[in-house]
């Protein structure tokens, strides 16, 4: 083949494309038995990501630590990557670096000698240790593994520094579960290690965010001061992943927040946890009731108007603190745009895709529209959510087509089901479904997590009312850009 000449002075910028051909230009139907995800052996554009991922989010949200990966480069390198381009901020994370020796005689060595490293480099205050595939299908013994490697710190560094550090092992391995898996084993691993004993309560509630952006972390604090109550939320990366830049002030360098140990080891005195995502953080909110007595309010995830109000009310009735006439205005203004929108969003054909829970929250805020969803495509499989979101349908009363509901299948069996609608006027998810909207030319409002393909998400809240006020502005606003590009057709 005869390459094209690149000439001398370079290439214009105007002329820099990269040409996106679109594989079917006109729509070929594929074979019907194809497309469900159960009958293939490949997933084709998966809907998730890996179980690590998760349980290193969590360990990121803790004061001062380092997620120590036990496992090869790459399962570090994609995630440290897939971090920088979300929250653009460096993620500190540490591995095993297995190599052939490892996969043969187990990661022991590697282990040991990697928390050596990284405790006289760091001076970390905890250490989470997130196993992967390799180490889980070697089967390295990680309990004994993490004895001996604190027997060797011991040694170097004497015993009452050694054990000052506190190390959480999280079982992640990738081929049983999703980020979303790894996010709720690592909220269960933590509870365990370091809520061990019941003391005096501290009249505080406890927060499990689930995989929320920095910007909702906020939003769910703003909540909590506004009722005036005191809260521990656990792995809070609304600061460890979204710092001021200023001048580091000591080396190494530590992003500012983060939930301290001491607050983990407290969360067993609290008087109620909330796991917001319930399939990210609902294992450790039911440890901490089954073995503390510790009550677990799992959901429904703060987002939109019936949301947010089953939030604050729960928080009320818990804590016996009224909702603030703030909040209460602040849901009226949510309210109001409701109404002042409604001709643009009533019968709308809306898809949904990402994690579960974030499905799950937007569906109910999006049924509040008047809007009408075709699919709605959870990435991670689980045993409730096609049970949630019927109950959701049920409860406002949707009495349109069925949208179909794929419960942790890929995105080819999504795309393929929207390509056969006679109408679809949005999609709300992550940045996978980018090329899925280019395709079926409809806009797409990026929610959840990855969004890698524009800037300032993760700061922007979708929960509570003010969150649910940006992200109606933003349904509308996108299907305004799309059905009159035209600006004289834009008033509202
Ligand atoms: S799927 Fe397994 S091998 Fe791949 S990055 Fe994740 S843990 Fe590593």
Redesign the pocket.
Known sequence: MQLKEIPIAGIPYDQIKIAKVPATPEYCERPAELIPSTSRSVVINPNRT????GAMWAVLGVKKAVPFVQ??Q??TT??RYTFSRIFKEPAVIATASFHEDAAVFGGRRNLVEGIRNLVVRYWPELIGVVT???SEIIGDDMVSFIKMARANLRKEIGAEKADQIPIVLVN?P??AGSHVEGYDRASRAFVETLATTRGEPNGKVNIIPGLLYPGDIREIKHLLRHMGIEAIVLFDISDTLDAPLEPPTSVPYWAPGGTEVEEIKDMANSLATFALQPHAGQAGARYLERKYGVRAVVGPPPVGVQGTDAFLKALREITGKPISRSLLEERGRLVDSLADTLHHTMMKKVAVMGDPDIVLGVTRFVLEMGMEPVALAGGTASKTFVHDVEAILAEAGYEGEPPLIINGGDLFEFEEYLKKQPRLDLIIGNSRAVDISRELQVPLVRVGFPIYDRFGYQKRPIVGYRGGEMLLAEIVNSMLDYQYPDDRTQQL
């Not at 890996?50 to 991922?53: E, Q």
Request: aromatic fraction near 12%.
């Open positions: 890996c179980m690590p991922l496992g090869a790459g399962c994609y995630v992967t595939c390799s992640t990738s081929f």
